[in-house]
């Protein structure tokens, strides 16, 4: 069992950054790869980033890749998202998840995380 919290959101102006962290109950955190998703209202989720257990191996959704970065610390059993140069359409709920495989497949596949967090709020206004 992994319990999942989220943290960091807020809100900012377009062009601004936030740092979503993503802090993970139990010892097994690095048998985990990490995701985070975010929903808009009245939208589905939708993948944003992902990253291997190793930290080693990251994946993007086309919308924020050069923008985004993912990074784990394990030692902390924390996953971050580095979020830049914000956009108006950043804005939605951002979920962070666990699985236990991921591959450049499989990453954005919401259906193969197990675990998720409450979810935490970005809003980026114009």
């Known amino acids: 069992q992994v319990q999942l919290v989220e943290s960091g959101g807020g809100l900012v102006q377009a062009g601004d950054s936030l740092r979503l962290s993503c802090a993970a109950s139990?010892?097994?955190?690095?048998?985990?790869?990490m995701g985070w998703f975010r929903q808009a209202p009245g939208k589905d989720r939708k993948f944003v980033a992902a990253?291997?257990?190793?930290?080693?191996?990251?994946y993007y959704a086309d919308s924020v890749k050069g923008r985004f970065t993912i990074s784990r610390d394990n030692a902390k059993n924390t996953v971050y998202l580095q979020m830049n140069s914000l956009k108006p359409e950043d804005t939605a709920v951002y979920y962070c998840?666990?699985?236990?495989?991921?591959?450049?497949?499989?990453?954005?596949?919401?259906?193969?995380?197990?675990?998720w967090g409450q979810g935490t709020q970005v809003t980026v206004s114009s």
């Open positions: 998840a666990a699985r236990s495989l991921i591959s450049s497949s499989t990453a954005s596949k919401i259906s193969g995380y197990t675990y």
């Open positions: 139990g010892r097994t955190f690095s048998s985990y790869a």
């Open positions: 990253i291997n257990r190793r930290g080693d191996g990251t």
